[in-house]
C-alpha cells in the first residue's frame, strides 16, 4: 500500500493555528470554554490546541480526556452500567461550552459516543467538534464546528494520523485499502 503524505509537520501546525483563532472568534474569548480529546489522539490535539489558545489569548483553557470505549455502538458486550474508564475532566462541565477533539472524522459514531459519554458527566451548555481531518461518509447527522482539512475519500482509503507524542512525527497519509 503507498500512503500519499496530505499533511506535513508545519501544515499540522498551521491547521492547528488557524482552528485556535475559529475556537476564539465563534466563542467570543474562551472564559467557558472547555477542551476534550478523544482518546488517543484527540487529546494530543486538543493539547495542542490549547497552547496555542493560550499564546493568542494569554488565557488558559481547560483541556480533558474522555475514553469513549464504553460507549462505543460496536462492543459486542455492552455494559449495563457504562463508566468513563480512563477519562479526565479537570473541572465541571456544567454551562460550559465544551469542544470534543479528534483526529478524524468518518462515519460520526466516535463522536455520538463522545456526545453520550459527556451527557453522562454533565450538562454542557453546547457541544462543538473540532477535527484535523474530515473525510467524509457520514452515517449519523454530525458536523464538525472546526475543520483541519477535509480530505474527501472513497470508502476503500484509510486516512493515517501521526503525531510525534503517540508516533514520534507529525503527519497525516492517504492510502488505498484494496492495492
Do not use: W
Amino acid at each position: 500500500m503507498d500512503a500519499k503524505e496530505i499533511l506535513d509537520e508545519k501544515a499540522i501546525s498551521r491547521a492547528l493555528t488557524r482552528l485556535a483563532h475559529e475556537v476564539i472568534e465563534r466563542n467570543e474569548g474562551v472564559d467557558s470554554v472547555v477542551l476534550v480529546g478523544i482518546k488517543t489522539r484527540g487529546i494530543y490535539l486538543a493539547n495542542r490546541l490549547a497552547a496555542r489558545i493560550k499564546s493568542i489569548e494569554k488565557k488558559e483553557v481547560a483541556v480533558g480526556e474522555l475514553d469513549i470505549t464504553n460507549y462505543r455502538d460496536d462492543l459486542k458486550d455492552k455494559m449495563l452500567d457504562p463508566k468513563l474508564l480512563g477519562s479526565i475532566l479537570p473541572m465541571s462541565i456544567e454551562s460550559k461550552t465544551v469542544i470534543l477533539v479528534d483526529d478524524v472524522l468518518f462515519t460520526g459514531r466516535t463522536i455520538r459516543a463522545a456526545m453520550d459519554a459527556l451527557m453522562d458527566v454533565g450538562r454542557p451548555q453546547r457541544i462543538q467538534l473540532a477535527v484535523l481531518i474530515d473525510r467524509g461518509h457520514r452515517e449519523l447527522p454530525i458536523r464538525p464546528d472546526y475543520i483541519g482539512k477535509n480530505v474527501p475519500t472513497s470508502k476503500e482509503e484509510a486516512i493515517a494520523v501521526q503525531l510525534s507524542e503517540v508516533d514520534g512525527s507529525d503527519k497525516v497519509t492517504i492510502e488505498s485499502k484494496n492495492e
